[in-house]
């Protein structure tokens, strides 16, 4: 009789693995997948209201989303708020760590004011910055007052309010990567960049040959972090513009939230949301697949 390849000894370890790896499948099925694919479900029927239950009704609420200009807005300012947002606040980012992780004086300060923002409530900082952008009043307008420039209603043109918005949330997210960032830089062996720099190499040809390669697998996970905070942060919204001017600032999520409990179409909001999940998940699945053959872990 053939014994098992793994034998009595590896059964039990097998068992146990599995053991272990329980609590966290079971919490991430109640809490991720269960609600995803009741998410889905919901999309194909219509809102209940009252005595009116809810119908079947399949792809409609789908196909009425193609025809739907609002969501279409929605969809292409959160694809500019994401380039505005997750390649400027990695850039920044990445430069406060290395100013930061140099021999300078006051280099704790520097790091206490550069991680400041990230641990202020994001209501907190859209107040903040509420004072900055108001017409006349606010810091911006008075800088430009004193040569001579008009006021410009930063946050009440479609012109200027979705960058504004953009600059808030780089300003907010920039300190909470460049920790990463900092440990990273840490972590890396002084060793390398001083051979380097015997070999003759300048010090931007030491950060892209050297450090910026062994920054990498920080870089991936910084990434899907940013790109992750991009469709998720609407905080801000509520306080400072509410979509407007016009939705000019509506984003995706926003306008979930609008559908679902401002016109309570639930049914339609849980469209709106497989479209976000679906969209977040090909975003992901293209970063591991892609970026994680570029990624360096030793």
Known sequence: ???????????????????????????????????????????LFTTPRGNRPARFIGADHYRDMLADPIFWTALQNNLVFAAGTILPSIALAMAMALWVNARIAGRGLLRLAYFTPTVLPMIAVANIWLFFYTPDYGL??????????????????????????IVVTVWKEAGFFMIFYLAALQQIPPELGEAAQLEGASRWQRFWRVTFPLLMPTTLFVLINATINAFRLVDHLFVMTRGGPDNATSLLLYYIYEVGFKFWDQGYAAALTMVLLSLLATVALLKFFWLERKVHYQ
Request: glycine share 14%; net charge neutral.
């Open 140 to 165: 911006f307008d008075q800088v430009r007052g004193l040569f001579g420039l008009p006021a410009v209603n930063w946050l009440g043109s479609g012109d200027t309010a979705l960058g504004a918005v």
């Open 1 to 43: 009789m053939t014994a098992h390849p793994l034998g009595n000894g590896g059964r039990l370890a097998a068992i146990h693995g599995w053991l272990l790896l329980l609590p966290a499948a079971v919490l991430l099925a109640a809490f991720t997948h269960y609600p995803a694919v009741a998410t889905f479900w919901h999309s």
